[in-house]
C-alpha cells in the first residue's frame, strides 16, 4: 500500500509517522510506527491500550515523539500557527472550560484562530447547525447530556473547516439517530477529499463508512488498509463464504471431499451453506465447475468473514465489540 | 512591514485578546476566589473598624501616626502576605487549574503560539490581581485618612497624599506583574504550588539578610524602595519592611520588570514543551 499511496499523493497530502515511538517512562505507548495515510475515512481499531488515543494525541502534537517525526500535509505540529489552521482534534476528554455555553464553547475556540466577532459568530453558528445542536446551543454545557456534549465538541473540530479531522471515539454516548447523523457527516466529508481519523470500538459500524483501517494492538500497527486488502494478508485463518442456492446439500456434500475445505455449515433455511477453505480460489472453479457442468443455480455468493469484525477477530484475537 | 506580516500581527494580537477575555470571564468575581478577595479586603475592613471607632471617640489617633500604619499595612501586609498568596492563588490556577479540569488542550489545539496563551493568561491573571489588591489598597488609604475630618481630606487632596496613593497603587501592581510572573511559572512546574510557594515566601522574607547579588533575585527587593513612607525600624517587624541595602528608585520599576520578564520568558519556554498527560492531575 505505502509505495501506492506514495505515487499516488503528495507530501502535503499525507499523514505521516515515521519511525514514530512513544514511551511514558518505561510504558510503551506505540511503538515503531510507519504510516501513510491517503485522503477518506480511516478507522483506528484496536483493543482498550492498544495506542489509538497516543496515535492521535501524536498526531495533533498534544504529545511529543519519544523518537520519529510526525507530518501532517507536509506540517509539524511544533508550528501550531499553520498546523491547527487545517486539523481539528475532537478528543475523547469530557470537559470543558468551565461555566460556557454551547454556542460560546465554539465561539471562543474561532475566536482563538484570530477571527473578529461577527466571522467567528457565524461560523459557530454554522457549526452548531451541521450537529444538529441549534436549539440547545445558548444553554450551559454543564447541564448537556454526554450525546449532546460530544455532538457540540464535534461542533467546535469542524468549526474552521478543517482539512483533517480527527475524532476519538466521537460515536460514543450518541443514540441511534445521533449515530447515523454522525456517519453520514463523516462519510460525506470523506468523500469531499478530507481525511477523517476516527478510533472506535463499533466495529460494524467503523466497516460501513472506512476506506482503511489500521489496526492496533500493545503499541503496534498490526495491519493498514482496506478491510478486503488486509483480509487476503490474513492467510493462517480459511476464508468465509456464504453460498445461497436452492440445493445447498449438495453443494456441501460435494465440497466435504475437497481437501482445501475445512468445514461446511448448512443455513437453517436448507437454502445457504457456509463454507470455510484455505484456498478461495480452488473453491471458486468448483463453484463455477458445478454451475457449468451440473446446473447449479446460486443466488448469492459472499465473502462471510470480510469485515472488520472479522478481520479484527483474526488479527487481534478476542471478538470486537459491536453496540 | 509587509501586508503578511501586519496581518499576522493582527491575527496575533486577536488571539491575545481572546484568550485575555476568557481567562477573565473564567476566573474574574468567582465565587470559587472568595479567600483571594478577603486577602485584598481584609486590611480595608479593618482599616474602616478603625476609623469608626476613632470617629465615635474610642480610639485616638493622629494622622502621622495613621501614613506610618497605612506604611506598615501595605509594606508588611500587601506586599508580603496579601498579595504574595493572593497571586499564588490566582496565578497557579491558570495553567495547573486548566490541567486539573482537562480543559487545556483546547488552547494546545488552536492555531495559536503557545507564548501567547501564556501572555494572555498572565495579562488576564495581572489585570484581576491589580483591580482586587488596587481596590483594597485605595480603600484602606482611603478609610485611613477619611475620619480625621478636614486634615484627613486636605492630606488626600493634597500632592503628598496623592504622591503617596500613586505610589501604593504603583507597588501594588508591580508586585502583581512580579509574583504573577513567579507563580505563572511555578504553576507550569510543580503539581502542587504550596511547597514551591512556601520557598519563595522564605526567600523573600530573608531577602534583607541574602548577599548584594542574591537580593536582586527577589520581588520584594525591588518593590520596598518604591514605597514612600519607611516603617520604622526600632522594631522586629523592619527587618521585613526596611531593606538594608536598597535599590534607587529609578533602577526598581525596569529592575522588577527584567526579572517579571526573564521569569516569563522561561514559562514561554516551558510551556513549549509541555504535553497533555491528564492522568497525572
Not at chain 1, 469484525?309 to 487481534?316: K, T
Not at chain 2, 500581527?9 to 470571564?25: F, I, K, M, P, Y
Not at chain 2, 482537562?102 to 492555531?111: D, T, V
Not at chain 2, 482611603?142 to 487632596?157: E, K, V
Amino acid at each position: 500500500m505505502t509505495p501506492l499511496i506514495e505515487s499516488r499523493y503528495s507530501e502535503d497530502q499525507l499523514i505521516r509517522f515515521e519511525n514514530v515511538s512513544k514511551f511514558y517512562g518505561d510504558v510503551l505507548g506505540v511503538n515503531r510506527v510507519n504510516l501513510q495515510i491517503a485522503p477518506g475515512v480511516t478507522s483506528l481499531v484496536g483493543p482498550n491500550g492498544a495506542g489509538k488515543t497516543t496515535l492521535m494525541n501524536l498526531m495533533t502534537g498534544l504529545i511529543v515523539p519519544t523518537r520519529g517525526r510526525v507530518r501532517v500535509l507536509g506540517i509539524p505540529a511544533s508550528d501550531p500557527e499553520r498546523f491547527f489552521r487545517v486539523v481539528g482534534y475532537c478528543t475523547q476528554f469530557d470537559s470543558f472550560p468551565r461555566g460556557v455555553t454551547g454556542r460560546e464553547f465554539v465561539y471562543d475556540s474561532l475566536r482563538l484562530h484570530g477571527l473578529p466577532h461577527r466571522q467567528a459568530l457565524d461560523g459557530a453558528d454554522e457549526a452548531i447547525e451541521r450537529v444538529n445542536m441549534t436549539d440547545a446551543a445558548n444553554r450551559k454545557v454543564a447541564g448537556y447530556s454526554k450525546g449532546m456534549r460530544q455532538r457540540i465538541r464535534l461542533a467546535q473540530a469542524i468549526s474552521h473547516h478543517p482539512k483533517v479531522m480527527v475524532l476519538d471515539e466521537p460515536l460514543n454516548g450518541l443514540d441511534p439517530m445521533a449515530r447515523a447523523e454522525s456517519m453520514a457527516l463523516f462519510q460525506n466529508l470523506g468523500a469531499e477529499g478530507l481525511h477523517v481519523i476516527i478510533s472506535s470500538h463499533i466495529l460494524h459500524e467503523v466497516d460501513r463508512i472506512s476506506d482503511q483501517v489500521i489496526f492496533l494492538t500493545s503499541g503496534y500497527v498490526v495491519a493498514e488498509g482496506q478491510v478486503h486488502g488486509v483480509r487476503d494478508e490474513v492467510t493462517d485463518e480459511p476464508v468465509q463464504i456464504l453460498v445461497r442456492c436452492a440445493n445447498a446439500n449438495r453443494v456441501a456434500s460435494r465440497l466435504f471431499c475437497e481437501d482445501h475445505v475445512v468445514e461446511a455449515r448448512m443455513h437453517e433455511d436448507t437454502r445457504g451453506v457456509l463454507i470455510r477453505t484455505r484456498d478461495a480460489n480452488r473453491f471458486y472453479e468448483l463453484l463455477n465447475r458445478m454451475v457449468a457442468e451440473e446446473g447449479l443455480e446460486v443466488e448469492a455468493v459472499t465473502p462471510a468473514d470480510d469485515d472488520v469484525n472479522s478481520v479484527y477477530r483474526y488479527l487481534i484475537g478476542s471478538e470486537g465489540v459491536n453496540q | 512591514m509587509s501586508a503578511v506580516a501586519a496581518t499576522l500581527t493582527a491575527v496575533r494580537r486577536n488571539q491575545l485578546a481572546s484568550v485575555v477575555r476568557q481567562e477573565l470571564r473564567k476566573n474574574f468575581l468567582r465565587w470559587r476566589g472568595w479567600w483571594v478577595y478577603l486577602l485584598a479586603f481584609a486590611p480595608a475592613l479593618i482599616v474602616g473598624a478603625h476609623a469608626i471607632s476613632h470617629m465615635m471617640g474610642m480610639d485616638n489617633c493622629e494622622l502621622d501616626e495613621d501614613t506610618t500604619i497605612l506604611a506598615g499595612i501595605v509594606q508588611l501586609y500587601y506586599l508580603r502576605l496579601g498579595i504574595f498568596f493572593g497571586c499564588m492563588g490566582i496565578f497557579t490556577r491558570l495553567i495547573r487549574g486548566d490541567m486539573i479540569e482537562r480543559s487545556l488542550h483546547y488552547y494546545l489545539l488552536a492555531p495559536i503560539r503557545r507564548e501567547i496563551v501564556v501572555l494572555g493568561k498572565y495579562l488576564a491573571g495581572v489585570s484581576a490581581a491589580s483591580f482586587f489588591f488596587g481596590v483594597g489598597v485605595f480603600l484602606s488609604y482611603f478609610l485611613m485618612y477619611i475620619h480625621h475630618d478636614g486634615a484627613g481630606r486636605s492630606f488626600m487632596l493634597s500632592g503628598t497624599g496623592i504622591s503617596h496613593l500613586l505610589a501604593y497603587l504603583s507597588v501594588t501592581v508591580l508586585a502583581c506583574v512580579g509574583y504573577g510572573a513567579l507563580f505563572m511559572l511555578t504553576g507550569l512546574l510543580f503539581r502542587n504550588p504550596i511547597i514551591p510557594a512556601v520557598v519563595v515566601l522564605l526567600w523573600e522574607s530573608i531577602n534583607a539578610l541574602l548577599p548584594s547579588m542574591l537580593k536582586k533575585l527577589s520581588i520584594i527587593f525591588y518593590l520596598l524602595p518604591l514605597c514612600p513612607v519607611e516603617v520604622p525600624a526600632d522594631k522586629l517587624s523592619a527587618l521585613f519592611a526596611i531593606s538594608a541595602d536598597p535599590v534607587r528608585t529609578w533602577l526598581a520599576v525596569p529592575g522588577l520588570l527584567i526579572v517579571s520578564s526573564a521569569i516569563l520568558t522561561y514559562a514561554c519556554v516551558r510551556i513549549r514543551r509541555i504535553e497533555i498527560d491528564y492522568g497525572g492531575e
